[in-house]
């Protein structure tokens, strides 16, 4: 079975940067893999997403310009590397597995249990 771990998160001050990495034990294949993240009393939020190679990525509005998805498949690992963070950027952050090669903003099966963000002064 496929299992994705988590870890960087901590606390961060506004305008800082952060970098997440989401380990794959089990294999990686060929999947696009995705970043999402929630705070408490909100729903999931889309955050980025790379295709299975890291050829093409895709961001949400919220963190597009300020986020950076990139992976090493010799490490098995995806990062996030998180920019300019603000305190709206607390959160849950939950790395996935996506069904398909390529980036996708829903198709994952897959999920991390989180790593925790905060920014805050």
């Known amino acids: 079975q496929v299992q994705l771990v988590e870890s960087g998160g901590g606390l961060v001050q506004p305008g800082g940067s952060l970098t997440l990495s989401c380990t794959i034990f089990?294999?990686?294949?060929?999947?696009?893999m995705g970043w999402f993240r929630q705070a408490p009393g909100k729903g999931r939020e889309f955050v980025a997403s790379?295709?299975?190679?890291?050829?093409?990525?895709l961001y949400g509005d919220s963190v597009l310009g300020r986020y950076i998805v990139s992976r090493n498949n010799a490490e098995n690992t995806v990062y996030l590397r998180m920019n300019s963070l603000k305190p709206d950027d607390t959160a849950v952050y939950l790395c996935?597995?996506?069904?398909?090669?390529?980036?996708?903003?829903?198709?994952?099966?897959?999920w991390g249990q989180g790593t925790q963000v905060t920014v805050s002064e």
């Open positions: 996935a597995r996506a069904t398909i090669p390529l980036t996708t903003r829903t198709q994952f099966d897959t």
């Open positions: 089990g294999g990686f294949g060929r999947y696009g």
């Open positions: 790379i295709s299975w190679n890291g050829g093409e990525a």
